[in-house]
Each structure stands twice: as structure tokens, then as C-alpha cells.
């Protein structure tokens, strides 16, 4: 009965922007781990940002630093990633997570969207 559904995902240009959200249901975001992952075709999954809701822990990959920010509406029961200054190799399906532990989250543990693609070319 959790369910997490991602939207927001698209085809842009380099340098575009695109929110990607991720709706969740039957699953409380307090005190809990969240992320955003991606992965293409032939590649493992790799974090791309995850938090602890009821801490200050926040990281974010190296390749996003800067141009990629994770979010939390706790009122709309909602993780966000704003994506800023899209590359080409950002181009992946992004997955959303809630998990009880990072190193939950990080070996493809809890709870997993479907996923939307993002796609980014010129």
C-alpha cells in the first residue's frame, strides 16, 4: 500500500531546467531517509541526492552539486528535485526513495517509484 509516484520528468536541451516530484502515499517522511537516484541502460544506479527528514544530513553527488537541489513538503507529503543547468549526462531514469537508513536507501532497500525519464539533448 506505499506507493511513491514520480512526474515531472521530459525531454529538454542542455542548460534547461526541469522539477521532477515525487508523490507519497501510505509512507510517513518524518524522521526518515529520502532520495533521488537515476540509472541508463547498461549502468548500476547511482545517488543523486538524498536527505534525512528529520536531521541535517544532505548529500548530493558530485556531478549535481550546484545545479541539482532535493526538497521536502511535508504538507503535500512530497520530495521534489529542481534540476538546473541540465547536461547531457544527466540523462537517466530518476527513481524516488524512502528508506529507514541511508545505506537502506543506498542498496536499493525501501521503498522505490516507478521512475521518470529525463532526457537531456541538443
Known amino acids: 500500500q506505499v506507493q511513491l509516484v514520480e512526474s515531472g520528468g521530459g525531454s529538454v536541451q542542455p542548460g534547461g531546467s526541469l522539477r521532477l516530484s515525487c508523490a507519497v502515499s501510505g509512507y510517513t517522511l518524518n524522521n526518515n531517509w529520502m532520495g533521488w537516484f537515476r540509472q541508463t541502460p547498461g549502468k548500476e544506479r547511482e545517488g543523486v541526492a538524498e536527505f534525512f527528514s528529520g536531521g541535517d544530513k544532505l548529500y548530493y553527488h558530485d556531478s549535481v552539486k550546484g545545479r541539482f537541489t532535493i526538497s521536502l513538503d511535508n504538507a503535500k507529503n512530497t520530495v521534489y528535485l529542481q534540476m538546473n543547468s541540465l547536461k547531457p549526462e544527466d540523462t537517466a531514469m530518476y527513481y524516488c526513495?524512502?528508506?529507514?537508513?541511508?545505506?537502506?536507501?543506498?542498496?536499493?532497500?525501501?521503498?522505490w517509484g516507478q521512475g521518470t525519464q529525463v532526457t537531456v539533448s541538443s
Open positions: 526513495a524512502a528508506g529507514a537508513s541511508f545505506v537502506t536507501l543506498i542498496a536499493g532497500g525501501g521503498y
